[in-house]
């Protein structure tokens, strides 16, 4: 599976950013999926997850309430809406396919990445 995120940008404080992750080489559908997010001298950290069947969604402390993780199988995509966007949030987004076939949100389940997206919100 190759996954290419895209959307990313620099937005005032308070404003809004669409993530999309458009996922190649095979369906997605079967997959659980998350968004993770590494800004500069941290460490990677979980943003949102989707179940396979975007029936159950997952959301860091952080961002709930400000973002919606969402996915479209037939596109073989996955999106991520960020509302009310914070200096704090400024990172690169990366998506992710888990390999298990239970949802788990952390980087050890995952199987694929991709490139990520730079998401930069200034004061």
């Known amino acids: 599976v190759q996954l290419q995120a895209s959307g990313g940008g620099l937005v005032q404080a308070g404003g809004s950013l669409r993530l999309s992750c458009a996922a190649s080489?095979?369906?997605?559908?079967?997959?659980?999926m998350d968004w993770f997010r590494q800004a500069p001298g941290k460490e990677r950290e979980f943003v949102a997850g989707?179940?396979?069947?975007?029936?159950?969604?997952y959301y860091a402390d952080s961002v709930k309430g400000r973002f919606t993780v969402s996915r479209d199988n037939v596109k073989n995509s996955m999106y991520l809406q960020m509302n009310s966007l914070k200096p704090e949030d400024t990172a690169v987004y990366y998506c992710?396919?888990?390999?298990?076939?239970?949802?788990?949100?952390?980087?050890?389940?995952?199987?694929?990445w991709g490139k990520g997206t730079q998401v930069t919100v200034s004061s």
């Open positions: 989707i179940s396979w069947s975007g029936g159950r969604t």
């Open positions: 992710a396919v888990e390999k298990g076939l239970y949802y788990t949100g952390t980087p050890d389940a995952v199987a694929y």
């Open positions: 080489g095979r369906a997605i559908s079967s997959y659980n």
